[in-house]
Structure formats: structure tokens, C-alpha cells
């Protein structure tokens, strides 16, 4: 009964009123069940008090990323003629990049062309030593037997010296050979190392995967503007191309509210689930929290907000084809799980005036019970009870209008 009735009613309903309604409070404020009509609660919706298995658990969305990876840098600064596609299965040596190489083939061309010369130098560089030695031998031969005759008294002395002469002039001229055969085996070393820089400089022009991977292109310029590299562009030395990540071995970054800081802990249970695959859930675990918190940042403005979170690392169990970085993922960080106990909807439960947890049950004969309750831990839909419920009960889901 309202206040208005209670002092608007005739002298002898008013002093019945108010002792009834003195006994209520009393009743109201010692937490006693309260108890009255259904006469205009029939129209407010009910749920069932129930008893089952209940999972607390943090909902939050977060992107997948690979734990390891192999960057792709440009090795040259000439425009890219071909790519492989962009998530790709790479194995190790099999094509990713190609550059414009024509400069390059060219170079090659002419590096071999030197090179042959080089080589057809040498070749005749050996040859005019080999017939200068080949007289330098004759000449010795021949200085030796006319000394020997002269000791024996068939040749005379002037013979002598001029074949000793002859013999020093062609040993001279053999050293002249040698250093010519010097210089002509040094160019051809040259040419040999120009060759190996332009074959090197061409294959440059062809990247080739170092291992097996999913081939994800690098972005361009600002993250926020989504470019990455294309046909046709001209990267400068020691860019990054392309990431090949070891997809065996996924994380999922996401973040926590600094409420939900003391309810997680690194080894957690964690379900995953993808935007890009919504009917398959994969396995995973708490790996890292941040130890300080940060601003939250808003998708919509890209600006900080008021909220402060700290950054959670979940590593995917298993493996999976399907796990691809970038992917969107939606985490459920299991905090709780309660095996057969009593829960009811969130709908379902109220705070009175004195800041208390209530529900509102409904009983057999359409009576209306106020019931306070203890709750022991709640999700997103549904509380967990520790008393004061019992399975089977009738709640209403929303406040009498007469309380």
C-alpha cells in the first residue's frame, strides 16, 4: 500500500493501515521475505531458476598474428615486374619477386664478352711464353756445349761470348713473357669477378623463399591508409616486401579491461574464434599480460579514450591452414567454470534501496516474494547463486511496479 493510501484512508482503516504497514517496514528493513498480491504482476515476463554448467568468461576481439617470421627486404631498387599473390602457400625456394632485370642482362652480356677475351689473351699470352722458353732452352743448350768445346780447344772465345750474350738477351725476354702471362691470367680473374657481380645483380631480379610459409605483402607508407606493395612500384634497397610467417605457430593480440585485470592469469583456457570462420573454435591460452596499462583507442575516432586496458598475448594451440595473420579474431578468456549450480538471468536480478541483491519470485499461489540473494560470480548473461534460490523457482524479470 502506497503512503498516499495510508493517509488518505477513513480514522479506523488508517490505524489498521498503519500498523500493517508499520509491521512491513519493520519486516522490509530487517530483510525478511516480503510477500504480496499478483493482482497486477500478471502481465510482467518470468524465467525459471535454473541449475547447469555456467562458464564465466571475457569477451574480446583482438587480430592474429604468427610468432615468428621471415622478412623479404628488396635487394635492389629496380620496379617490380611480378608477385607472388598475397596468402599464398610458399615452399622453400619457389619464385616471390621479380624485378626488372634487362640493365642487368645486358651487363651480363658484356661481362661474358670480356671475359672470353680475356681468357683468348691468356691463351696466347702462354702460348709466346711457351715458344720464348722453348728458345731461351735452345740458347742455353747451345752456350753450354760451345763453352764445353772451348775447354776442349774446337771453339774460340768470341763464339763463346756471343752465345752467353744471346742466352742472357732471351732469358730476359722470358721474364717479359711471364709477366705478360701474369697480366693477362689477372684480367681474366677480373672479368671472371665482373661476371659473378652482374649474375649476382640478376639474380637478384628473382627473389626466392628461403623456407615454407604463407606469402602476406608488407604495407606501404601509413598503416591506417591499408596500401601494400604492388606491381609496378619501385622499392627502395632494404625494403620491406613481403613476410613469410611459420603459421604452426599463432598468437592473438587483444586487450583487457583494467576491471578484468585481477580475474586473468597467464596459462588460462582460452576459446578462439574467427570472423572468417565462424563455426570453428579453436584452442588457446593465456601466454603474456603487459604489466602497464594503456590508453584504450577508439576504431572509430583512432584517438585515445578515457578507458585504460592492458595488452593480453594468447597463443593458439595446434595448428591450422585456416589460421592466417590479420585475421579478426574474438577471444573468450575462460575466467570460471562452475559445474552443476543454480543461475538465473541477469534480467532477473535487482538492488533494492538498501543497496542489496534481490529477486523478485513469484510463488504457486501468484504471490509475489522479494528474496534477497548471494550471488557468487556472473558473466555477461547469466549470475551464479550461492543461496538463496532454488532450482524451479519462478522470477519475474523486471520490478513490480508497486515496490
Do not use: C, H
Not at 278 to 290: M, R, S
Amino acid at each position: 500500500m502506497s503512503i498516499y493510501s495510508i493517509f488518505f484512508a477513513s480514522p479506523r482503516n488508517r490505524k489498521n493501515t498503519l500498523i500493517v504497514g508499520g509491521i512491513a517496514a519493520v519486516m522490509l528493513l530487517a530483510g525478511s521475505k516480503f510477500i504480496f498480491s499478483d493482482n497486477q504482476q500478471s502481465s510482467i515476463p518470468t524465467t525459471i531458476v535454473k541449475r547447469g554448467d555456467v562458464i564465466i568468461k571475457i569477451t574480446e576481439s583482438g587480430e592474429l598474428r604468427a610468432q615468428d617470421q621471415v622478412t623479404i627486404s628488396a635487394p635492389t631498387d629496380k620496379q617490380i615486374l611480378w608477385l607472388k599473390p598475397e596468402g599464398t602457400w610458399v615452399e622453400e625456394g619457389d619464385t616471390l619477386i621479380i624485378f626488372e632485370s634487362e640493365k642487368y642482362v645486358i651487363s651480363k652480356g658484356e661481362a661474358e664478352s670480356n671475359l672470353r677475351i680475356a681468357e683468348s689473351q691468356l691463351v696466347r699470352a702462354m702460348s709466346d711464353l711457351e715458344a720464348q722458353r722453348a728458345k731461351e732452352q735452345a740458347a742455353r743448350r747451345k752456350y753450354e756445349s760451345l763453352l764445353q768445346l772451348s775447354k776442349e780447344g774446337f771453339a774460340v772465345a768470341s763464339e763463346v761470348e756471343q752465345a752467353r750474350l744471346n742466352f742472357i738477351e732471351l732469358k730476359s725476354k722470358t721474364r717479359s713473357f711471364e709477366a705478360a702471362v701474369n697480366a693477362a691470367r689477372a684480367n681474366v680473374q677480373r672479368a671472371e669477378r665482373q661476371l659473378n657481380q652482374q649474375e649476382r645483380k640478376l639474380r637478384m631480379g628473382v627473389v626466392q623463399a628461403p623456407r615454407a610459409g604463407l606469402v602476406v605483402y608488407a604495407p606501404v607508407g601509413n598503416a591506417e591508409d591499408g596500401r601494400k606493395i604492388e606491381v609496378g612500384m619501385i622499392p627502395f634497397e632494404g625494403m620491406d616486401l613481403m613476410y613469410l610467417p611459420d603459421v604452426s605457430s599463432m598468437m592473438v593480440d587483444t586487450q583487457i579491461s583494467e576491471v578484468d585485470l585481477f580475474r586473468v592469469r597467464v596459462g588460462m583456457p582460452v576459446k578462439i574464434k574467427l570472423d572468417a570462420y565462424p563455426d570453428a573454435i579453436f584452442d588457446g591460452e593465456v601466454a603474456n599480460i603487459a604489466d602497464l596499462a594503456k590508453r584504450k583507442i577508439s576504431r572509430i575516432t583512432g584517438k585515445p579514450t578515457g578507458a585504460k586496458v592492458f595488452d593480453v598475448t594468447v597463443k593458439v594451440l595446434g595448428k591450422d591452414k585456416r589460421l592466417k595473420p590479420g585475421l579478426t579474431a574474438t577471444v573468450d578468456i575462460i575466467v570460471n567454470e562452475y559445474k552443476n549450480t543454480v543461475y538465473v538471468p541477469l534480467e532477473a536480478i535487482f538492488i533494492d534501496e538498501l543497496d542489496r541483491t534481490i529477486v523478485y519470485v513469484k510463488n504457486e499461489n501468484g504471490s509475489i516474494e522479494q528474496r534477497m540473494i548471494d550471488i557468487v560470480e556472473s558473466n555477461d548473461r547469466v549470475a551464479v547463486i550461492k543461496e538463496g534460490l532454488e532450482e524451479g523457482e519462478v522470477l519475474l524479470l523486471a520490478r513490480p511496479e508497486n515496490l
